[in-house]
């Protein structure tokens, strides 16, 4: 199983980015999924969760109206778009895929987002 995330990188408050998050070797389908994020001596926070059909979503209070999550299972990616950008929304952000019928979880190795100007 390979869950691997991209897109992170440098952005001025107000700015935008989307991150994208490839699971393979599961049924992705069947996997909820998940955006995490963390920072330093903070413990991992819940940022944006979607149901393996895609159909439910929900997003943190913290980033709601600017964080938006969706998928592709035929491509087996789940993105988040994250707009109007706060310095506060600097952290290691995770992919995680969690199976919808049983404790089976991935984790993605994290991408970098900063948010300075």
């Known amino acids: 199983v390979s869950v691997v995330e991209s897109g992170g990188g440098l952005v001025e408050p107000g700015g935008s980015l989307t991150l994208t998050c490839k699971c393979s070797?599961?049924?992705?389908?069947?996997?909820?999924a998940s955006w995490h994020r963390q920072t330093p001596g903070k413990e991992r926070e819940l940022v944006a969760f979607i149901t393996g059909d895609g159909n439910n979503a929900r997003i943190v209070d913290a980033v709601k109206g600017r964080f938006t999550i969706s998928r592709d299972n035929d491509r087996d990616l789940v993105s988040l778009e994250m707009n109007s950008l706060k310095p506060e929304d600097t952290a290691v952000y995770y992919c995680k895929s969690q199976g919808m019928s049983s404790n089976t979880e991935f984790w993605g190795q994290g991408t970098q987002v900063t948010v300075s100007s």
């Open positions: 070797g599961v049924p992705f389908d069947e996997y909820h």
